[in-house]
DNA sequence: TAGATTGTTAATCGATTAACAATC
DNA sequence: TAGATTGTTAATCGATTAACAATC
C-alpha cells in the first residue's frame, strides 16, 4: 500500500478553525507592524483573548509551524497563514451591482491585499455606465456575459437590491463563476456548483440588539407597544 | 426559600442559539408572504437545513412556542422571535461616517424594520455636511458630542477609516452609547461599558477563499509567484 | 379516538481545554 | 545543561442529535 492522491488523507480542518484564521492574521500583521520577531502561544492567547491551548490546536492542523522552546517567528506564521488562506491566489472577482453598497466594496482596497483583484463592476443605471471607480469601468449588466466569457472571473460580489438578487446571481452561476459573495438578506441557494457566502449584515445587528437587551435590560419607555393581535 | 429577583434563574442562552434566531425570523418572514400559516419543526428543517431536532431545542430556549400535533403557528412565531431579538423595542442610531459605507447603512431601510431607527448621520467632509439621507442630516463630526448629549443614542455604526475608528469610538463610549457596530477590520476595545460587535467584511471574503481553494483546487497558473523570502 | 408533533431527557458528537512528554 | 514552549494526547465541556413520553 503506497500513499495515494496527494493530501487527500490529511482529515478536513473544521470551519470553526478556518473562520479563525483571518483573525490570526490580523493579529500576526499587528505584530509585524510594531517590530515584534517572536510570539509564544501565551503571550498572543493574552491578546487575542483566547486560550494558548487553542493557539497551539489550531496551528497545528496545518503543520508545525512554531518551535519548542522558542515559540513562532511573527513573520514565519504570518506568512504561512497567508498561504493556507491563499491570499497570494489573484483570485479575479467582479462586482455587480454599483450602488452604495458597491461601490464601497470597489473602494476597499483592502481585498487587493487579501488576493482579490476587482477587475470589472457592472450596474444597470445608465448614469454610472461609462464611469469608473479607481480605475476599474462600470458597465453595463447586459455585457456580464460577454466580460465574463472574455476575462476568467472568479468570484462576484452581489451587491443589487434584494429582488434582483437571486437572478444575477444565477446568470453569475451559469458563467461559471466559482464563488458568490451575497450581501442580499436572504440564504441564496443555487442548483450550481459554486460556492456561495452570505453576508446578512443585519442578522449581526439584531445579535447586538439581542446583547443590549440582555445587558442594559432595554423595553424603551414602553411606548404604544400595540401587541396587535399575537393569537 | 422562594423566587428571586425575576427570571434571574433562567439559564443563560448560548450565543450559537441566538446567532440562529435572525435566520429563523428570515424564513418565518418568506413562510407569512407565502401565506403559509402553521409550520412544523420537520417542515422547517428541511427548508432551513438543520435538524428539526435543533429548531425544537433552540425555541425551547425561550419557552414553548408550538403545539403538539399541529406545529408552530407562524405568524405568532414570527412574533415571538421579533419580541426576543428586541425588534419592537426602537432603538436609536447614529452612523460614524458618510462615505460609502456610511451611505450604503443609512440606505439600508431595513434596520428600521429590525428596530433600529437612524436619527444622525456625521461626517468631517465639509461637502457633505448639510445635507441629507432619506431626510437623515448629515452633520460635522464636531456637533457629536453635543447632539447625543440632547437626544437618546444607544447604537452608533462606525464607518469611518481604519485609523479614525478607535477615536471616534472612544468618543461614542464616553458619551453613553450602549453599542457599537464597528466597520473596520480591527477587533474593537474599550474600557467603556459598551457592547461591540465587529463586522469584518474581509474576513469573510478569506474564508471565501478558502473554500474556493479547498474545492477547486486553485493555484492558479502559478503566475511569478515571487516566493520572496517566507523564512 | 388515532395520528401527529411537540417539549424534554438522554446519547452522541465535536470542539475546547488541560496536561505533559518531546525538544529546541 | 536548564528553562521554555511547542506538538500532541487525553479529559472536559458544550452543542447537536436522537428518542420518546406527553398531549393536542
Redesign the pocket.
Known amino acids: 500500500m503506497f500513499w495515494g492522491v496527494r493530501m487527500n488523507l490529511k482529515k478536513k480542518v473544521?470551519?470553526?478553525?478556518v473562520k479563525r484564521l483571518p483573525r490570526y492574521y490580523r493579529y500576526l500583521s499587528d505584530l509585524l507592524k510594531m517590530d515584534i520577531k517572536r510570539?509564544?502561544?501565551?503571550e498572543l492567547s493574552s491578546r487575542m483573548g483566547?486560550?494558548?491551548?487553542?493557539i497551539?490546536?489550531d496551528?497545528?492542523c496545518f503543520g508545525?509551524?512554531?518551535?519548542?522552546?522558542?515559540?513562532?517567528n511573527v513573520e514565519f506564521l504570518f506568512n504561512e497563514i497567508g498561504n493556507i488562506l491563499g491570499l497570494n491566489n489573484d483570485y479575479h472577482a467582479i462586482i455587480i451591482g454599483a450602488g452604495n453598497m458597491g461601490q464601497a466594496l470597489a473602494n476597499y482596497t483592502n481585498f487587493e491585499k487579501r488576493g482579490f483583484k476587482i477587475i470589472g463592476i457592472f450596474d444597470v443605471n445608465t448614469s454610472l455606465v461609462g464611469t469608473d471607480i479607481r480605475g476599474i469601468p462600470i458597465r453595463h449588466l447586459d455585457e456580464l456575459e460577454s466580460f465574463v466569457q472574455e476575462n476568467y472571473v472568479d468570484v462576484a460580489m452581489l451587491a443589487v437590491p434584494f429582488e434582483q438578487t437571486p437572478i444575477v446571481a444565477e446568470r453569475a452561476a451559469k458563467l461559471g463563476v466559482k464563488g458568490l459573495w451575497n450581501f442580499s438578506p436572504m440564504d441564496l441557494k443555487l442548483p450550481y456548483d459554486v460556492i456561495i457566502e452570505n453576508v446578512h449584515l443585519s442578522d449581526g445587528l439584531m445579535v447586538l440588539g439581542y446583547k443590549l437587551n440582555e445587558k442594559f435590560e432595554f423595553i424603551r419607555e414602553d411606548s404604544s407597544k400595540g401587541n396587535d393581535g399575537n393569537s
Open positions: 473544521s470551519l470553526a478553525v510570539i509564544s502561544s501565551q483566547i486560550t494558548a491551548s487553542q497551539r490546536q496551528l497545528n508545525g509551524f512554531g518551535q519548542q522552546g522558542y515559540g513562532y
